[in-house]
């Protein structure tokens, strides 16, 4: 093992740059030429490599965002793109590939790992947290603090105007984000990809809250469950409640990261290294029960991260 390669993929998630940082700075302790790779796999297959150095990751831990940029890159999914980024690889004499994103970054690790031309390793990185085998992702915390803090904002105008207020947030797929913000919030109703939803029900709760002396409701909704502008219409309809909507769109995104996404990065960073250097590959790294352990890719990719509805009964109950 003499060089490796780093790259962020897909959506970018705050603490990307602490996964980054880390293996640069430990793969220059252990000897390793260390090169990050700008825009995914688009600067993987169009040769936009950048040699790292200690001083390229400095004051980069605290910074949402990732440095080396991300794209989509819909030729990677074909054969020549595929084709194209090996000889890339090849040129810059990888030995090893550290992909940090989501799914789709990691079949897309897992079709070069397959290939036998590079070790492959994967961070997972997304807001959703959607990802199996890891309790969460890079990002996720931040991303929860950022929608807990913005529903904190929210209940002030909300109680002093005594509206209803539905606030969608991310989530197109998986509901995690909704879930354990609008825990955390003490949202009256969440609505999420996974479960089914009434809206006459949700309804009544508002107006069972109204009537004990409720001056207010939070409603969040996870955009995959439903339109958080349809839901505003239903409610004010249904309920003839004054009723406002809040799209939080890529705010979410945004931010310094938490602490502890910042220490989770570093650690799988870390490990992701150390799994390169053993002479690992097609493997994907992951936080369970509070250690960096590694997943094969087809494992982790072959199922669906399940939402604990035990958690979606206790907000509902808490709620009430």
Known sequence: MHRVG???SGGDAPGMNAAVRAIVRKGIYYGLEVYGIKRGFHGLINGDFEKMELGSVADIIQRGGTRLLTARC??????AGQEKAINKIKEYKLDGLIVIGGDGSFRGAMALGDRGVVQTIGIPGSIDSDIAYT????????????VTDAINKLR????????????EVMGREAGFLALYAGLAGGAESILVPEIDFDIDEVCARIKKGHERGKLHSIILVAEGAASGIAIGEAIKKKTDMDTRITILGHLQRGGTPTAFDRIIASRMGSKALDLLRDGKSNLMV????????????????SQRKALDETIYDLARILAT
């Open 74 to 79: 819909p030729e990677f999914v074909t054969r």
């Open 6 to 8: 780093v790259l962020t």
């Open 286 to 301: 992951g936080l369970m029960g509070g250690e960096i352990k590694p997943t094969e890719f087809s494992t982790a990719l």
């Open 156 to 167: 002030d105008t909300a109680t002093s105007h005594e509206r209803i207020f539905v606030v």
């Open 135 to 146: 309790d969460v992702c890079i990002g996720f915390d931040t991303a929860m603090n950022t």
